[in-house]
């Protein structure tokens, strides 16, 4: 959320840098071979610091646009990560709760990017009335496209942007009616299943 209240070029540094170490916390809690880890953690680090030069130092649109892709690409692996950890998981806790909501946002994090992708690569101009583009507007765009709260302000010109702002209305109001749903429905305090088992217990001596 940087780039809500901040601008220059520094901050698509500081962005996709917090977004590869995300990537690398998330492919730390996967159970891998130590030496699959090994190969992993070094082509991450080594594509993410070529997209920031060939995206941001050099300029151009065509290099933004790539490490744009690369953005969404490494956004949507982490994502995916996070949701199978949660859905494997036995036991939803407050971690879960928590896991879930940050892929929620790192949802409309990673359209975004694929919105960036698309404004500086695409042949036609991506909003419509021509309106300029940037990393807050990108976000701003995204989330209130998932959340489905749609101002009107900005809109997709091209039918590619419009099919998917439309996938992503879609996907937030899944996630949220599906899988969060779920958890907090599904979720115990565990004082209040200590408290649960210590009442079956008093029952069962009684």
């Known amino acids: 959320m940087l780039s809500a209240f901040f601008t220059g070029k520094w901050i698509n540094d500081a962005q996709l840098a917090l977004f ?17 880890v090994r190969l992993i953690v070094p082509a991450g680090f080594l594509i993410s610091i070529v997209m920031i030069v060939v995206g941001i130092h050099n300029a151009g649109t065509t290099g933004r646009g790539a490490a744009s892709i690369w953005t969404g690409v490494l956004l949507l692996f982490i994502v995916v990560v996070i949701v199978r950890q949660v859905l494997t998981h036995r036991e939803v806790t407050v971690q879960s709760i928590y896991a879930a909501i ?36 990108f976000q701003y765009f995204s989330f209130t496209t998932l959340t489905t709260l749609g101002y009107g302000d900005y809109t997709a010109f091209q039918s590619g942007g419009r099919a998917v702002a439309m996938l992503e209305a879609m996907t937030g109001q899944i996630f949220l009616s ?29």
């Open 102 to 137: 940050s892929a929620y946002l790192i949802i409309g994090l990673m359209f975004a990017a694929f919105y960036a992708a698309a404004y500086y690569l695409g042949p036609t101009p991506f909003f419509a009335s021509n309106r300029t583009g940037s990393a807050s507007v």
């Open 20 to 36: 590869t170490f995300a990537g690398l916390l998330a492919i730390r809690s996967v159970q891998l071979r130590r030496r699959t």
């Open 178 to 206: 599906v899988l969060v749903a779920k958890l907090v429905s599904s979720f115990r305090p565990a004082a209040a299943g200590a408290r649960s088992a210590a009442d079956a217990a008093v029952s069962g001596d009684d």
